[in-house]
């Protein structure tokens, strides 16, 4: 099993709480990390499992193993029976893992149930620091960090993405309780994936498919909870320029938005009219995956002026405010530095980073020019 950089985070809240919630999207790998623990695991989906956990409960309790429930939100009973049993022992850390895709059912029963109990973490598909070789980084981009969707076995690409989103459109968003038909959802999935990286106007997506544009931004939530997209939103800073308000929308996992565009192979995808966007989407969520696996707490923005000047990604932790610009070229130019640097003083940014595909980085940990890699080694020494 490849080492998840969230490993030490989630066993240093399990010393510290008596029960986490490790949440993240189907498939991105919670069952296999909870299995590589010690401990009883249950599949709260199988009625089989179920009766087990009620069966064994009393022993499960008064013993010292870590009790992993899976997909806990399948079985609402089990949450009154958590909460009794953090009750009547609150100093003893360690005794629930549970895991779960967000949904409304689960993140209800997690506030009513177990607020100030448990810690809340979210695990990633793979990120690019979690691979071990070069043919698997470069190919990240492309195929999404999956485990099953190409990343270690190339040929399930794009395949393995269409039928994830099939299952998503057909049978999960409807059972966390997203109204719209599946031809809704996928003609919605389509129209997102087309907007990647701009600004999101719901007005005009509920235009096209006949819908409000309050209904189309709860739809959305649907979308965002079930880790497919996230609304990145603009940084409300004080500068004498008119600036852009509304989110930005991205595609969170770069193989699932390829497969929706048709980009079979990274001959198709260079090809494209949106390939900048794509990469910008992808080196967002790396360094938010990363810095989130870490445990490092921070809010992400976006910045824009009316006349043009912009930072991609805002990233503040409280104590600094990180601007990072990407662009796809193997060979950027100090103009390029110089109108990041313009941007970024209009924000008071502490530290400044223009991300390409550049061979040849260069620069400090407060300023620099340089590959995807080399942010992330960076923010690793400054994140931690």
Request: glycine residues 8%.
């Amino acid at each position: 099993m490849l080492q998840r950089r969230i490993q030490p985070v989630l066993a240093a809240r399990l010393a510290a709480y008596p029960a986490v919630t490790l949440v993240g999207p189907r498939q991105c790998g919670k069952t296999t990390l909870a299995r590589s623990l010690p401990g009883e695991y249950f599949d709260l989906e199988q009625e089989s499992d179920r009766l087990r956990l009620d069966l064994e409960w009393d022993t499960l309790c008064a013993g010292h193993r870590l009790v992993v429930l899976d997909e806990a939100q399948a079985w609402p009973d089990v949450f009154p029976r958590i909460r009794g049993a953090i009750d009547a022992e609150r100093g003893r850390p360690g005794r629930f893992l549970l895991l779960g895709s967000v949904s409304p059912a689960l993140m209800t029963e997690v506030s009513e149930s177990l607020a100030g109990r448990l810690s809340i973490l979210t695990l990633t598909p793979f990120l690019y620091g979690e691979l071990a070789s070069d043919a698997a980084r470069k190919r990240l981009w492309l195929v999404g960090g999956f485990p099953d969707g190409g990343i270690l076995q190339p040929s399930r690409y794009p395949l393995w993405q269409r039928d994830y989103l099939a299952l998503l459109t057909q049978r999960d968003l409807p059972n966390w309780g997203l109204p719209a038909a599946p031809r809704v959802t996928d003609r919605l999935l389509r129209m997102t994936a087309a907007l990647h990286g701009q600004p999101w106007n719901a007005s005009q997506v509920g235009q096209s498919l006949g819908l409000s544009y309050k209904t189309v931004n709860s739809y959305l939530d649907y979308l965002e909870g079930a880790f497919l997209a996230r609304r990145l939103p603009p940084l409300q800073a004080n500068v004498r320029k008119r600036l852009v308000k509304t989110p930005r929308i991205y595609w969170r996992d770069t193989g699932l938005l390829h497969a929706v565009l048709n980009a079979p192979d990274y001959e198709a995808l260079i090809a494209q009219p949106w390939v900048g966007a794509s990469w910008e989407g992808f080196v967002v969520e790396q360094v938010l995956g990363t810095l989130s696996a870490r445990g490092v707490s921070f809010e992400p923005y976006y910045f824009r002026t009316s006349d043009l000047y912009e930072v991609d990604l805002v990233v503040d932790t409280g104590r600094e405010r990180w601007a990072i610009e990407v662009k796809l070229t193997a060979s950027p130019g100090p103009d390029d530095m110089a109108r990041l640097d313009r941007a970024a003083d209009m924000i008071g940014a502490t530290r400044r980073f223009l991300v390409t595909r550049t061979r040849r980085p260069a620069g400090d940990d407060r300023r620099a020019s340089c590959d995807l890699g080399g942010l992330l080694e960076r923010l690793l020494q400054i994140g931690g």
